[in-house]
């Protein structure tokens, strides 16, 4: 009989025991439990920003090719060298034909051509502004000579339209001028770069440096490299997929103090070499800068990051603090009442371990940083003790409310 009253105490304490277990471990379980938080962290507002990195080297914005034509010309000299800087007009080559004189002629006879046409011109705009004075007072004669008195509406309406038709011509005809008077311009400097003794010079049409000369006189004879630079370089295959026109840019160097902005301008989709199976393919991109520097000299090589997306001023989690249940992501809220409670959330843009929180919580909300326990929801937490808080000096700062507060909250606990 003993025997079996030991038993049964040893057989209902285990039940005890697995029941009070069972209730504690069991999800959404009335039964108080208080959870440890050993990091929390106030949501705060913050950008999120998804990239990656490439490289790229600095190059001319734009070349421009010079072509020698080598029919009935002969070649006499250049005058500049590889390096050099140009302008627009600057003597590139010489070369002589026995053409010169001939085309000399005709072009002396288009540009007399050209200066009697904008002569037409300037006579027709200065009778048409001659005219513009007396329109008012032609139309008030013609008014009280056909009896329109009674419409004066009407002649002013007809003046308005004439003046607006003869303001339109007088643009048109300085248009047809400025046209005119851009061929006197080119016609004068072809006419220069044409010497006495059967010899002429090609001129360079843009600003830059010379970046390659053709002394074999092959097709360009000479390439001009403008002032200007881009980037150029290369990206991946996984890139290519990431990468479009028109996305920015942050440009760094070693030469840099600060990062540059820029912009991708082109991607080239064919790539760079014929596909391989063993090697992926590479495709060339050009982007540019916002702001030049002189410290990025042609050449300088660069590391470039490619944002891709961006989200500015968003509430900002770790991805640490967020979990799952059935499938949906949820994090740990701390409550001002002392409890942790579960809390859905809506996930935004990610990267780099940082979440934006599209909806659920809020700025000012404090979570649980990295949580290492589940199924607590609607329970009591405690934190660590923070030592440097717990001193002489606080304690005399505190206000004697919160002093008589703490002793009580101290005493009830026990």
Do not use: C
């Amino acid at each position: 009989m003993n025997r079996w009253k030991f038993y049964s105490i040893i057989i209902m304490a285990a039940a005890f025991v697995a029941v009070n277990i069972y209730l504690t471990v069991k999800d959404n379980s009335k039964v108080a439990r208080t959870a440890y938080v050993n990091e929390w962290m106030e949501v705060k507002r913050g950008d999120i920003v998804e990239t990656f990195q490439s490289k790229g080297v600095v190059t001319p914005k734009e070349e421009s090719p010079i072509y020698y034509g080598k029919e009935n010309n002969e070649f006499q000299k250049f005058l500049v060298r590889e390096g050099d800087e140009v302008s627009a007009g600057t003597p590139l080559f010489e070369y002589a034909t026995p053409e010169l004189d001939a085309l000399r002629t005709a072009m002396e006879a288009q540009k007399i051509q050209v200066e009697g046409e904008i002569a037409g011109i300037d006579e027709y705009i200065a009778k048409l502004e001659s005219y513009q004075p007396t329109i008012t007072d032609a139309s008030s004669s013609t008014s009280s000579d056909t009896g329109l008195e009674a419409q004066p509406d009407l002649a002013d309406a007809a003046s308005g339209v004439i003046k607006s038709t003869i303001k339109q011509e007088i643009y048109k005809q300085e248009m047809e001028k400025g046209k005119l008077e851009e061929q006197i311009t080119k016609l004068d400097t072809q006419l220069s770069n044409i010497h006495a003794g059967g010899t002429a010079t090609v001129a360079s049409e843009s600003e830059g440096f010379v970046k390659e000369v053709d002394y074999s006189l092959g097709d360009p004879i000479i390439t001009i490299a403008s002032k200007e630079s881009d980037i150029e370089g290369f990206f991946n295959e996984k890139q290519l997929k990431q990468a479009k026109p028109g996305m920015k840019i942050k440009i760094t160097s070693p030469d840099l103090k600060k990062p540059l902005n820029g912009t991708i301008e082109q991607i080239n989709t064919i790539p760079e070499e014929e596909p391989d199976v063993k090697m992926g393919g590479t495709y060339e991109y050009k982007a540019a800068m916002e702001k030049e520097s002189s410290k990025l000299v042609k050449g300088s090589k660069v590391a470039i990051t490619v944002i891709t997306r961006e989200a500015k001023g968003v509430p900002a989690i770790p991805e640490t603090a967020i979990r799952k249940k059935k499938g949906k992501p949820f994090i740990y809220r701390l409550t001002a009442k002392g409890y942790m409670q579960m809390q859905s959330i809506d996930k935004g843009l990610g990267f780099a371990g940082k979440r934006e929180v599209a909806k659920g919580v809020k700025q000012g909300d404090v979570i649980v940083r990295s949580p290492d326990h589940t199924g607590f929801s609607q329970s009591r937490f405690i934190t660590p003790l923070d030592t440097q808080e717990a001193s002489k000096s606080v304690f005399k700062k505190m206000p004697n409310s919160e002093k008589f507060r703490y002793i009580l909250v101290g005493l009830l606990e026990q």
